[in-house]
């Protein structure tokens, strides 16, 4: 492409970003306030910008500007009964009452037996220590210096696991009980507008297997754990989003929202404090929905609908609305168990693995990461954004396009996290599967990293990689702090292609002979602060 041809891409793409059509005056504070010429002269933007080059290395490579600390990783003690679990994903900052402090929850998606319970003969104890081990943490951290430690001392530390006692927030009762037994395969999450956390269980058939609706009988995958023969856990109880008060370690399980695949739940709050909540079902062919509560401050009620993108309609799912699915279904409650087939007969449009989701904080639209579908020979995903009608999140009509798209031209593959900073920068990570990376057409990616699409500056309208995983880890969960200096990101399942413990791929991060071990990481560093301008 000749420079004329790709300055002048840039340049619209900028635009498309909204930089070119939002007045000065309308951009938040922190975009407005940004004082470029001071950030330059503290550190030189214009070099350490170019980012790193793909990695195969077993590290974690962070661009120049950057280092990172290990907070905490698998098996650590956070307090004197309970340790920090396997498989770090999603990560968010809770601030306390001064900028010294604040609570941290960290999602556990899943345990590989082969580290947590290797070498233990199938027993109840052995399922009780792999059900221990996924969830979540409550973490509470303190400022030391510059850097965010965990305090150890603090009694809001706290595990929530796969045995941990759950109510449906819900006015019936599910498959006969109120409560379920544990959250479990948990992966994005969101924070809703009064400081809880949302965790959402994604790939819940691993654990109990799923219902076939017709026949009664439970699918079980072949590589489910052996759980089920311990308890007798039915599938409908997962595959919700969980809501965790992080000052308490209360949880619910928001039936109203819907039970699927779940991978983030990304709220933003109305003018009269309702809140909208965005959801993406992370399956081949799968939809992402909305969420509109009923009332401010709970997600107890609300009206469910799903994206027909074709339409650019928000399909509602309440049985009241849709004939269909009164001819389909006996309650509500049946249509949010078997969300996926009513949003199928409603016009749900199938999307290729629909993953997390942020709002634009410039444009206000909304961002959905789209990771890939294999089966349409679509490898690298695509960025999808949709506009809603007015710009108004309760409204039930909205224009859908591609915002960014994977591939080589971009330098990305597999869009997976998504987080804003305070310069409206979009970082990503990336999600190329253990048994596809550095293969076939995902060989010039080599490892998962994580990337920042650059907002303003001469770089604007850039991708440019940032961090390089170890070896089959995939980078999860980037959280930044309020102030912007401090990004949270977790390292998932480095290694986790090894044959055995003997044939280990991955010994992130200590080296030598060591184990691997899922890490939550502290990034700083100049490089952070200037990108943002702060
Ligand atoms: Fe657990 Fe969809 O990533
Ligand atoms: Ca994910
Ligand atoms: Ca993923």
């Not at 044959?499 to 080296?511: A, I, V």
């Amino acid at each position: 492409m000749s420079t004329e041809n790709k300055q002048f891409q840039r340049r619209s793409f900028i635009q498309f970003l909204g930089k070119g059509v939002v007045a000065t005056s309308l951009l938040p504070p922190f975009i407005s306030a940004c004082n470029k010429e001071a950030s330059r002269r503290a550190f030189n933007l214009e070099s350490a910008i170019k980012g790193i080059l793909p990695s195969d290395s077993d590290k974690l490579l962070l661009s120049e500007g950057l280092d990172y600390k290990v907070l905490l990783r698998f098996g650590d003690k956070i307090s004197k009964r309970d340790t920090f679990g396997f498989n770090c994903d999603y990560t968010a900052f809770i601030p306390g009452k001064t900028s010294e402090d604040g609570v941290l929850w960290v999602n556990h998606e899943y345990v590989d037996p082969m580290f947590v319970s290797n070498g233990m003969s199938k027993s109840k104890e052995r399922a009780d220590k792999e059900m221990y081990n996924i969830g979540g943490s409550i973490l509470k951290l303190k400022k030391s210096g510059a850097q965010w430690k965990h305090d150890p001392s603090s009694s809001l530390n706290k595990r929530i696991t796969a045995h941990t006692m759950i109510p449906f927030n819900w006015p019936e009762k599910i498959k006969g009980k109120s409560k379920a037994m544990g959250t479990l395969q948990n992966c994005a999450g969101g924070v809703t507008p009064w400081g809880t956390v949302l965790t959402c269980e994604e790939n819940y058939h691993s654990c109990y297997g799923e219902r076939d609706f017709e026949t009664g009988e439970i699918i079980k995958p072949s590589s489910m754990y052996d759980w089920g023969e311990y308890y007798d856990n039915p599938p409908e109880h997962y595959g919700w989003v969980v809501e965790v008060d992080p000052q308490t370690g209360e949880c619910q399980k928001h039936v109203a929202l819907g039970r699927c695949a779940h991978e983030c739940a990304t709220c933003v709050e109305l003018s009269d404090k309702r809140v909208v909540v965005y959801s993406g079902d992370d399956k081949i062919d799968q939809c992402v929905y909305k969420f509109i509560s009923d009332k401010p401050g709970s997600l107890q009620s609300g009206k469910l609908y799903v994206a027909n993108i074709e339409k650019g309609k928000w399909e509602s799912l309440n049985i009241d609305d849709q004939e269909i699915l009164k001819e389909n279904f006996n309650d509500q409650t049946e249509v949010l168990i078997r969300l996926r087939e009513a949003a199928k007969l409603v016009g749900g449009t199938p999307l290729a693995r629909p993953e997390d989701i942020e709002i634009d904080p410039v444009t206000g639209h909304v961002l959905i990461a789209l990771t890939n579908d294999v089966t349409k020979k679509n490898y690298y995903g695509e960025i999808l954004k949709i506009e809603e009608s007015e710009g108004k999140y309760d409204s039930l009509s909205f224009r859908a396009d591609t915002f960014l798209s994977g591939g080589e031209e971009n330098g990305f593959a597999c869009p997976d996290n998504l987080a804003f900073d305070n310069g409206g920068n979009l970082w990503f990570t990336s999600d190329i599967s253990g048994g596809a990376m550095n293969k076939g057409p995902y060989v010039s990616f080599k490892n998962n990293g994580l990337f920042v699409l650059l907002r303003s500056g001469e770089n604007a309208g850039e991708v440019v990689q940032i961090a390089s995983a170890p070896v089959d880890a995939e980078l999860t969960g980037p959280f930044f702090t309020p102030d912007g200096k401090t990004l949270f990101l977790s390292v998932q399942h480095p290694g986790g292609q090894s044959n055995s413990l003997n044939e280990l791929t991955s010994h992130w991060p200590d080296g030598g002979d060591s184990l691997p071990s899922p890490s939550v990481v502290t990034i700083q560093g100049p490089l952070l602060n200037a990108i943002q301008g702060i």
